[in-house]
């Protein structure tokens, strides 16, 4: 189980990573992924994290966008997984 801080840490990195994957998955066939050991990155990185003064970008507006209704979906229809 993680801190709210690392969970956050979490979201904000995986859509960088989500969108390198799906880059390569576009370009090539078969694409090969580096590993991302996601508990490794929240020991080493996320702990020395500021959670103080989030400021919105355009980016960060859209990821809230996405997670929202993805959030809602998960609520109307249960079967679908909002993780």
Do not use: K
């Not at 801080?5 to 904000?12: D, F, I, Q, S, T």
């Not at 990155?41 to 989030?54: F, H, L, S």
Request: hydrophobic share 40%.
């Amino acid at each position: 189980m993680w801190s709210p801080l690392e969970y956050a840490c979490h979201v904000r990195d995986v859509f960088p990573l989500f969108d390198e994957r799906l880059v390569l998955m576009l370009a090539q066939d078969g694409p090969q992924y580096a590993n991302w050991d996601q508990d490794a990155t929240a020991v080493e990185r996320y702990a020395e994290q500021d959670p103080v003064g989030a400021t919105f970008t355009v980016e960060s507006f859209a990821r809230y966008l996405l997670h929202d209704l993805v959030h809602h979906l998960h609520h109307v229809d249960p079967t679908i997984s909002a993780h």
